[in-house]
């Protein structure tokens, strides 16, 4: 019999957006496979997938939904705003305009998701230096504006893929995180403070 996982401290709800082809399905099998295909079929509608990881000391289990970036979709994608822990906007180093996109889904994030909904912008396709069209100091001084933390990934080679999901999980322990186990601890001094009705006899 195969031992049980322990429960984790904490589950949080990811979401994953950004223009099509920018690589989001190909980061999220990366990160929960450590796999790549370069035949990886375009995700149609909404996909999700679980890793569990380590981080600060405490057990973190990450439910992380990958959206089609297709603008017939935007409508559908809308929903899973809501209830998302984190989001992490995602475009492609080699095509300005999936650059320039990532302010119209903020926008969309700011529309549905929750205020204090963690964010992270990430730059996919790092590896195709010869053909690489943002510049990381755009990237950097577009997340200053914004106070979002930038990180260039390649889901091809995995640089950089565990590093940016850990970095979205450490910011979520520090601004949700105290909230979550409040409210977990609150609930077992209710259940310890529970009284039993009758007087106490003694069984002979």
């Known amino acids: 019999m195969a031992d049980r996982q322990p429960a984790p401290d904490h589950l949080f ?46 057990i973190v289990k990450l439910q992380i939904w990958d959206t089609a970036g297709q603008e017939r979709f935007r409508t559908i994608t809308s929903a899973y705003y809501r209830g998302a822990d984190g989001v992490i906007l995602v475009y492609d180093v080699t095509n300005l305009d999936s650059f320039k996109h990532v302010e119209d889904w903020l926008e969309q994030v700011n529309k549905y998701a929750s205020e204090d909904t963690a964010k992270l912008i990430v730059g996919n ?21 914004f106070s979002i933390d930038v990180i260039e990934t390649s889901a091809k080679t995995a640089d950089n893929v565990d590093k940016a999901f850990n970095r979205l999980g450490e910011k979520l322990i520090e601004t949700r995180g105290d909230v979550a186990e409040k409210k977990r601890d609150a609930g077992r001094v209710k259940l310890k403070h529970v009284k039993t009705g009758g007087s106490k006899k003694c069984c002979k």
Not at 25 to 36: A, K
Not at 125 to 136: F, H, R
Request: net charge positive; aromatic share 8%.
């Open 125 to 145: 396709k790092a590896d195709l230096v010869q053909d690489k069209k943002v510049q990381s100091e755009d990237a950097l001084a577009f997340g200053e504006k």
């Open 13 to 58: 709800k990811l979401v994953i957006i950004g223009d099509a082809g920018v690589g989001k399905s190909s980061l999220l099998l990366r990160f929960t496979e450590d796999n790549f295909s370069t035949n990886y079929i375009s995700t149609i509608g909404v996909d999700f997938r679980f890793r569990t990881l380590n981080i600060k000391k405490k």
